[in-house]
C-alpha cells in the first residue's frame, strides 16, 4: 500500500524525542484557575454563576450562548472569585471566570446519561453538546455542531485526526499509546452517529509505536481502521487529511460534511468517550510542555484553567532562557508576551524555544525562487500573494486564490528570503473577511 | 509588564535555506564551466572573469552606499552575475569592455529598477546585448591563441554538419563566448544545482525539448543526427538553458508558466538562430522572453487545492 499524502507541504525539526517518551502526568494546580468564556468558535459562553459562589469538579459555570457555542465547566473546586476580563494565550483579552481553588476537589455529580446502548442519536449529541467538547487541535468548533450534518447517512468516514504534524506536541502520541481503548471507544460512539461511515483513525508513520497500538486496539473492530500517513506537516490539517484518506478535495467553501467525511482530533474523541461513556464533562485535556529551553518536557493532564507559568514550573522551569515560548507548535501556535495566561480546551501544548528564528533572521528581497509554491499545500503562489498584500490589492489577491490560504506556515518556513509571507497572507485575509461581514 | 515576551506571527521556526546560500551554489555551479574557459582560452579569460566580478559587486556596494541602502553584496547575487557575465564574453575582450558591460549590467539593469528581485531582465544577459550592440565586431571576435576560425554554429550555417565535430563541442574544444563552449563542465554545473534543489527541470526541460523539435521541423536538416546535436551543444544554448533561463527573478514563478516560458524559449532560440541575422539567438530569446513573464504568470495562475475549474477562467 501506497503511504497516504499530498502535494507540498514541509519537514520542520520535529523535537518529538523530547517529550514522546514522558508518560502523562496528571498536574493538580496550586494558583487560581480562569475559565476564559470564549475558548471555542462561535458565541461566547454565559456565566452561571456569581463572585463569591462556592464551585464543584465538574460543575457547570458557563452555559453555551447559542448553538454554535459550548459550556464551560470547573475543573476545581473553590471560590468564584471575580469575573473579569483576562489576558489568553493568543493575546486577546477575553471575559473569564475566576476560580480560587481550594484543593479539595470536591466533586459534583456527572452528567446524567443512560447506558450507552439505549442512547438514541440525539441523546449522544446532546450529551456531547452539554459536555463541552470543542475541538481540541486548535480550531474549537463545537463539536456537536460538526456531528450533526444535514444528512447523516451521506457520511461515509468518520477521521480521527492522531497526524500531530505540529513539531514538539506529543499528547495526542502519549493518548494512543496510554488510553488506546479511549480513542476506539470514542470513535464508536461517534459511528454510531454515521451508520454508514468507516472509522480510520490517522496516524504520521513516525509514530511506529503508536500505529502498533492502535492497530492491536481495533482488531476486533470491523468499522475501525488504523491508515498510515506519510510524515509531513501539515498533514494534520483538515484539508490535507481527508485528501490523503479519501483522495477528496476540500476547498474553503465546504464543509467536511460535504464531502462525506467528519474530522475530530485525537483528543477530542477521547474526551467525546468521556462523555458519553463515563459521564464526564470536559474539564481536562493532555497538554505537552515541551521545547529545547525546557527542563524537563512532561505530558500533563492538565486541568482546564491552569495558569501556563505554573505548568512550565511543574516541567522543571526554564534551563536557558526562552527566547520564545508558545502555545501551540511552532508552525501554527501563538507566540505569548506573558505567561499569565491560562490553558484552554484548544491549549495542545506549551512550546518554549531557546532560539527565535524570526527576529534571528532577517527579512531581505524575495528572489522569486519559487520555494513557497513548491511547499504550498493549498496550490497556491505565496511570493504574489504575500506582494498583493503589500499593496493591499485585495482583489487580485483574491483572483489568485489567496482565500484559499489555510495558514499552515510552511511558505513563510521555507522563504530563503526569510519573508513573512504567511503572516502577509494572513492580514489581507483577515481585511477581505471583514469586508465580507460588513 | 516590564518584562513582555516576543511575540510574532507563526509560524516561529525557519528552514535553514537562506538567498546567499542559493547565490553561493549558483556561483559554485557555474565554476567548472569557467575553470573549463580559463584552461582553454588562457590568462586573458581569467582576466574577463575577474573584472567581471569585481566591477560588478563594486558597482553594487558604490551605488547602495551612494543610495544609503543596505548593502547587500554578501548575497553573492552580484558574484554570479559577474561571473555569468564574464562567461558570456569572448576571451579576446578587452577589460575596459568587460568593465563597462558589468556597470550596465548591475547599474542600469538591476540597481535602477530596485535591486535584487525587481529586475525584468537578466541583468548578465542585459550587459551581454549591451556590449553586443554596442561592440559587435570585438563581440564577435572569437580569436584565441594561434585559433583564428569560426564558432561551430556559424560553421554550421555556413554549410553541411559536417563541418563540425560534435565530440569537441561536447568537451568544449571549440571557439566561443569564455564560459558556453564545454557541455561536459556546464552539464556538471546543472546536475549540482539539480542535486542541491537550487534548480528544476521544468524550464531547462521544455526549453531544450522545444528547440529540438523545432529544429526537427524547420531547421532545413531533416533528421540530420549531427546537426541536431551540434545545433544543442552549440552557442549559448547549454549556459543560457541551465543558468540564465532558470534565473528565479526573471523567469515565471507559477509552474505552468515555467512550461509555457521554456516553450517560447525554445521557440525564439529556434527563429532567430534558423531565420535570423546572427548564428546565435539564446541571448535575444531569454531577455524577450523576460519581457513576457509578467503576461505568462496571468495567464498561468494555477488552480487552488480543491477549487475546480470553471467555464470563463478561474474565479474564486
Known amino acids: ?438 | 509588564m516590564s518584562d513582555l515576551r516576543k511575540v510574532s506571527s507563526s509560524p516561529h521556526i525557519r528552514d535553514k535555506a537562506t538567498s546567499s546560500n542559493i547565490m553561493r551554489d549558483v556561483a559554485i555551479a557555474l565554476l567548472p564551466a569557467a575553470v573549463f574557459g580559463v584552461v582553454h582560452f588562457g590568462m586573458n579569460a581569467l582576466i574577463v572573469l575577474l573584472v567581471t566580478v569585481a566591477v560588478c559587486v563594486a558597482t553594487e556596494y558604490i551605488y547602495e552606499k551612494l543610495m544609503h541602502k543596505p548593502v547587500t553584496v554578501g548575497d553573492f547575487s552580484a558574484v554570479v552575475t559577474g561571473l555569468l557575465l564574464g562567461m558570456n564574453l569572448p576571451c579576446s575582450a578587452p577589460w575596459w569592455m568587460a568593465a563597462l558591460g558589468s556597470v550596465f549590467a548591475i547599474l542600469v539593469v538591476k540597481q535602477l529598477f530596485g535591486g535584487l528581485g525587481q529586475n525584468f531582465m537578466n541583468p548578465a544577459l542585459g550587459g551581454r546585448c549591451f556590449l553586443m550592440i554596442s561592440f559587435a565586431g570585438r563581440m564577435t571576435n572569437y580569436a584565441y591563441d594561434t585559433f583564428t576560425g569560426a564558432t561551430p554554429l556559424a560553421v554550421l550555417r555556413e554549410g553541411e554538419s559536417a563541418g563540425v565535430d560534435v565530440l569537441q563541442m561536447v568537451i568544449g574544444n571549440t571557439a566561443g563566448m569564455i564560459g558556453e563552449t564545454s557541455v561536459i563542465a556546464i552539464l556538471i554545473g546543472a546536475a549540482y544545482l539539480l542535486w542541491r534543489g537550487v534548480i528544476d527541470l521544468r524550464i531547462p526541460g521544455t526549453y531544450l525539448v522545444t528547440f529540438a523539435v523545432f529544429m526537427l521541423l524547420f531547421g532545413g536538416h531533416g533528421f540530420d543526427g549531427t546537426y541536431l546535436a551540434a545545433q544543442l551543444a552549440g552557442g549559448g544554448l547549454m549556459l543560457g538553458a541551465w543558468f540564465m533561463a532558470t534565473d528565479y527573478v526573471t523567469s515565471p514563478i507559477t509552474p505552468a508558466g515555467q512550461i509555457v516560458y521554456g516553450v517560447i524559449l525554445g521557440i525564439l532560440t529556434g527563429i532567430f538562430r534558423c531565420f535570423g541575422a546572427s548564428p546565435e539567438g539564446v541571448s535575444y530569446a531569454i531577455i524577450f522572453s523576460n519581457l513576457l513573464v509578467p503576461l505568462i504568470e496571468r495567464f498561468t495562475i494555477p488552480m487552488a487545492f480543491g477549487k475546480v475549474k470553471v467555464k470563463g477562467g478561474n474565479r474564486s
Open chain 1, 1 to 438: 500500500m501506497a503511504t497516504l499524502t499530498f502535494k507540498g507541504g514541509v519537514h520542520p525539526y520535529d523535537g518529538k524525542e523530547l517529550s514522546k517518551d514522558k508518560a502523562i502526568v496528571p498536574y493538580q494546580p496550586k494558583g487560581d484557575l480562569i475559565y476564559p468564556v470564549s475558548q471555542h468558535i462561535g458565541a461566547p459562553a454565559a456565566p452561571v454563576v456569581a463572585k463569591g459562589d462556592r464551585v464543584l469538579v465538574g460543575q457547570k459555570i458557563a452555559e453555551a450562548g447559542g448553538f454554535v457555542s459550548s459550556p464551560i465547566y470547573a475543573s476545581v473546586s473553590g471560590t468564584v472569585k471575580a469575573i473579569e476580563p483576562h489576558f489568553v494565550s493568543t493575546g486577546a483579552k477575553v471575559n473569564a471566570i475566576v476560580v480560587e481553588n481550594d484543593g479539595l476537589y470536591e466533586e459534583a455529580p456527572g452528567l446524567s446519561i443512560k447506558p450507552f446502548e439505549e442512547m438514541s442519536r440525539d441523546d449522544i449529541i446532546g450529551i456531547i453538546k452539554e459536555s463541552g467538547v470543542v475541538g481540541m487541535g486548535g480550531a474549537g468548533f463545537p463539536t456537536h455542531v460538526k456531528l450533526s450534518p444535514k444528512d447523516p447517512d451521506k457520511i461515509d468516514y468518520v477521521l480521527v485526526n492522531c497526524a500531530e504534524c505540529e513539531p514538539y506536541l506529543t499528547s495526542d502520541y502519549r493518548l494512543m499509546v496510554e488510553r488506546p481503548e479511549k480513542v476506539v471507544g470514542g470513535l464508536k460512539v461517534v459511528l454510531e452517529l454515521f451508520g454508514n461511515a468507516q472509522g480510520c483513525i490517522c496516524i504520521e508513520d513516525n509514530k511506529p509505536e503508536a500505529i502498533k497500538i492502535m492497530q492491536k486496539a481495533c482488531e476486533n473492530e470491523t468499522r475501525i481502521q488504523v491508515k498510515v500517513l506519510k510524515t509531513k506537516y501539515p498533514q494534520g490539517a483538515e484539508r490535507m487529511l481527508i485528501h490523503a484518506v479519501t483522495g477528496r478535495d476540500l476547498n474553503s467553501t465546504m464543509l467536511p460534511a460535504d464531502l462525506g467525511c467528519v474530522v475530530d482530533n485525537c483528543d477530542t474523541i477521547t474526551s467525546i468517550y468521556d462523555a458519553v461513556i463515563l459521564g464526564k464533562p470536559l474539564i481536562s485535556r493532555v497538554v505537552t510542555i515541551s521545547g529545547e529551553a525546557v527542563a524537563e518536557p512532561s505530558n500533563f493532564e492538565c486541568r482546564m484553567g491552569t495558569n501556563v507559568a505554573e505548568l512550565i514550573e511543574a516541567a522543571g522551569g526554564f534551563k536557558t532562557e526562552a527566547k520564545k515560548v508558545i502555545s501551540g507548535g511552532p508552525m501554527m501556535g501563538f507566540a505569548m508576551f506573558d505567561l499569565e495566561v491560562p490553558t484552554t480546551k484548544t491549549t495542545s501544548a506549551v512550546t518554549c524555544l531557546a532560539a527565535d528564528a524570526v527576529s534571528e533572521s532577517p527579512t531581505t528581497a524575495c528572489i522569486n525562487c519559487g520555494r513557497c509554491v513548491a511547499a504550498c499545500d493549498e496550490g497556491l503562489i505565496p511570493a504574489r500573494l504575500a506582494q498583493f498584500s503589500e499593496k493591499f490589492d485585495l482583489e487580485t489577491f483574491q483572483k489568485w486564490h489567496g482565500m484559499e490560504c489555510v495558514e499552515c506556515g510552511c511558505c513563510s518556513y521555507v522563504c530563503p528570503a526569510k519573508r513573512p509571507l504567511a503572516q502577509m497572507i494572513k492580514n489581507v485575509r483577515r481585511m477581505v473577511m471583514a469586508n465580507r461581514k460588513k
